[in-house]
């Protein structure tokens, strides 16, 4: 999720559970201080794509991390009630990542799986406008304040719920229109109903869209898996490794730049975003021996 939306759940549990402003404070940057290792992007983007959602986003920072502000502040608030602060903004941002298909290693740093529920999307309005709504109608009508902030996580809950509902129904309807041995579908931004899909029967990945109004599925894409000897010394170069070892359904297309190759790598599963994001270009030359690597860039 976006840092807006989990400062604004952070500030809407804590105006429901506290009156001092020292424990809103610690709620919201509780729900806010997962996100840290965004600062990696800036150094270095194989970098961020490595370790994003990784130790700050595991069960066992969400342990530790509150130990601070509980230590700190504990003759003012109390250690216990300022854990249990600190503990449920932590554990709330986790859940909320939990919901996005961008995946989440809670395990981290004991098991580096990326898990996922594929439910919303990193910027998702049905999330974001309940909480806006709620906290900037709270400033006027302060005695429904509480009221606001119940109904809009209460409406959170139910949009989470449907949208795993629709899932499983799109899926569902996948499986009844094209032939394949692994489904999979994500969630698009500002859409109920449709859903992106990649489909993989043997060696061909199959892209598109499951319209559960219209009762349709649409093709977008069909890609051979391919192990060509551009495409496998591609694999030596850093950002690829980095890149193979996020994606979830990484395919790689081979195309004529001048007098070298590109091999294009996608992850699949964004495959409905423009301007190729989630993808690395790795630029080779031919040579007598081979191919040599000339240049690589990942984009995310």
Do not use: C
């Not at 601070?68 to 249990?84: E, N």
């Not at 850093?238 to 790689?252: E, N, Q, Y």
Request: hydrophobic share 45%; charged share 20%.
């Amino acid at each position: 999720m976006d840092p807006l939306t989990h400062s604004l759940t952070g500030f809407t549990l804590s105006k429901l559970i506290t009156k001092k402003k020292i424990l809103l404070f610690v709620l919201i940057l509780s729900s806010l201080i997962p996100d840290i290792d965004v600062l990696l992007r800036i150094y270095n983007k194989e970098l961020f794509l490595t370790y994003h959602r990784g130790v700050t986003h595991g069960v066992f920072a969400l342990i530790l991390f509150p130990l601070i502000p509980a230590t700190l502040l504990y003759k003012k608030t109390g250690f216990l009630k300022t854990y249990f602060i600190s503990f449920l903004g932590y554990l709330t941002h986790i859940l909320l990542d939990l919901t996005n298909q961008y995946g989440t290693k809670i395990l981290s740093p004991i098991d580096n799986t990326s898990y996922n529920l594929s439910l919303t999307f990193i910027v998702d309005p049905y999330i974001l406008l309940p909480l806006l709504f709620a906290v900037g109608v709270s400033i006027k009508l302060k005695k429904q304040a509480k009221f606001l902030y119940v109904i809009a996580l209460v409406f959170i809950a139910s949009y989470i719920t449907t949208k795993a509902y629709l899932k499983v129904e799109a899926k569902e309807f996948l499986k009844q229109k094209i032939e394949a041995h692994q489904y999979r579908v994500y969630p698009l931004p500002n859409d109920f109903l449709r859903w992106w899909f990649v489909a993989r029967f043997h060696e061909e990945y199959t892209t598109g869209f499951v319209d559960l109004f219209t009762k349709r599925v649409y093709i977008d894409e069909k890609y051979k898996i391919k192990n060509d000897e551009a495409i496998l010394k591609s694999k030596e170069s850093k950002a690829v490794r980095v890149f193979l070892s996020f994606a979830k359904h990484p395919v790689a297309v081979i195309k004529k730049e001048g007098d070298s190759v590109l091999v294009l790598w996608k992850e699949l599963a964004y495959g409905f975003l423009p301007n190729d994001r989630f993808t690395v270009k790795v630029w080779l030359k031919e040579t007598f021996q081979g191919y040599r690597i000339i240049n690589s860039h990942i984009k995310i």
